[in-house]
């Protein structure tokens, strides 16, 4: 099983959600060898439900995944924190929901949850805590206390840092700062455009249903995370399409 746990399916925070994009981002992912994916959009997202309502209309959901054209897609969110720093939630679709009720009072910056208090929220229910791009500038995870990040189940290693930061020199990194923590790392696209499939995933070693199976196959190690040779060209090439997509459909959504 190949899965990236770190996927986003809108082209930006302030799109609308195309059906149309999403069905060619899932065919891509597939092409790019994938079997798997865990749907972390930002909580915060322009119309975060719309995701949800269409999916809910045209796909079969069970276990704990959405089937959508042969790709396993886990329902998450990612979630930004007081202190700065983005959370990765994944779990069963309605605790994801739940979670983001819970959360609609601190979608603007200035309301954003405190870590304390969302991991309080994310323990009341199954789900996956992942810490996204730990070193990323402008939103690390680093400044946060150890007790409580060790409330989390892991860190992410992300297509996106390894790009800006190096590969090796951001692995190594990472790879110290988890050990010290405790963590283990999981292996994230953060794409907001196909191009950057495949950049970096996960071989899980055992065929994961539920959130739970997801959580012991991490706990145990029974997985490798994999980086592409290709990696630099797929983020790299992703951002620039990104770019100028961006660009085009935001301005269409403010005329709309």
Not at 85 to 111: K, Q
Not at 136 to 143: A, S, V
């Amino acid at each position: 099983m190949r899965m990236d746990f770190h996927s986003h399916v809108k082209i930006s925070k302030k799109s609308m959600f195309m059906p149309d994009y999403f069905a060619e981002m899932l065919h891509e992912a597939e092409k790019n060898g994938l079997t798997a994916i865990a749907m972390t959009e930002h909580f915060n997202t322009k119309r975060f439900m719309d995701i949800y309502d269409y999916i809910d209309q045209h796909y079969s959901y069970g276990n704990g995944y959405y089937l959508v054209e042969g790709m396993r897609v886990f329902p998450g969110m990612e979630v930004d924190v007081k202190e700065v720093g983005h959370i990765l939630l994944i779990g069963d679709r309605a605790d994801i929901i739940a979670v983001r009720v819970a959360l609609e009072s601190h979608t603007n910056p200035v309301d954003f949850i405190r870590f304390k208090d969302l991991m309080d929220l994310a323990e009341g229910y199954n789900l996956l805590k992942i810490g996204a791009h730990p070193f990323r500038q402008g939103t690390p995870l680093t400044h946060l206390p150890v007790e409580q990040l060790r409330r989390l189940d892991a860190f992410d290693l992300n297509g996106k840092d390894l790009y800006a930061q190096g590969i090796e020199p951001y692995r190594e990194r990472l790879g110290e700062f988890a050990n010290k923590i405790g963590l283990p790392i999981v292996g994230g696209s953060d794409t907001h455009q196909f191009l950057q499939y495949g950049a970096i995933y996960n071989q899980l070693n055992r065929n994961c249903e539920t959130v739970s199976e997801l959580k012991e196959v991490i706990q145990s190690g029974d997985y490798q995370v994999e980086v592409s040779r290709d990696l630099m060209l797929k983020v790299k090439s992703a951002a620039l399409v990104k770019k100028y997509m961006k660009k085009i459909v935001e301005e269409h959504t403010q005329l709309v």
